[in-house]
Every structure is written in C-alpha cells, then in structure tokens.
C-alpha cells in the first residue's frame, strides 16, 4: 500500500521560507513523477512542482523562481524549498504520487503553511 506523508508548514512572515518534506513508502520511486500541489481555502487545487523520474522539474506560473523541488539523498523523499513566500503563498500543500498512466492517485495528508505578518 503506498503511504505519502508530507510535513515541514508552518506560519512564516511574508518573504519567509519553508521546507516541506514528503516521504513515501509502499513503493519504489524509481520510475514515478512526485508533485506538490495546494489547496486554499475556498479555492481550487492548484499545481505547484513536480519532479519526474528522470530528474526534470516543472513549476506552477505562480511559482516564478522562488520555490525548488528536489529528491532527497534518501531515495523515497521530495522536498519542495520554498523562498520568498507571499500571503497568496497561504494553502494546505500536497505532496502526490504519481505512477506512469497513473496521476494524481495517492496523496499525502497535507502540511499547513501560512505566511502572514
């Protein structure tokens, strides 16, 4: 069964920073694209990184340079560095498993970051 258990939010003033983490068992992560995406309040789920199996990124517009995911040295994590955040940066964040042909099936419980002064 595949477990996605992200953490590291957290209350940050704007222009702030947080690290999240996702670790993920059940599976290998070999061949899989892993993804952060969040969720304001009211507002639809929106698309924030992802890292594919062959180590290319892929950022939401918003996202503009200031946030970085990554594979950690261990081989069933992903973290997403996140600088300069802003208020509109405030959501519950998401890390995903996604399996080839498979997307958007296994998430993680959600880690809270609020940016606010």
């Known amino acids: 069964q595949v ?7 957290g209350l ?19 061949f899989l694209t892993l993804a952060w995406h969040r969720q304001a309040p009211g507002k639809e789920r929106e698309f924030v990184a992802l890292v594919a199996s062959n180590g290319n990124t892929k950022y939401g ?3 503009k340079g200031r ?3 990554s594979r950690g040295n261990a081989k069933n994590t992903v973290y997403l560095q996140m600088n300069s955040l802003n ?11 996604n399996f ?18």
């Open 61 to 63: 517009d918003f996202v």
């Open 87 to 97: 208020v509109e940066d405030t959501a519950v964040y998401h890390c995903n498993v």
């Open 3 to 9: 477990q996605v258990v992200d953490s590291g939010g």
């Open 12 to 30: 940050v003033q704007p222009g702030g920073s947080l690290r999240l983490s996702c670790a993920v068992s059940g599976t290998p992560l070999n």
């Open 100 to 117: 080839p042909g498979i997307s958007n099936l296994f998430w993680g419980q959600g880690t809270q970051v609020n940016v606010s002064s």
């Open 67 to 69: 946030f970085t995911i």
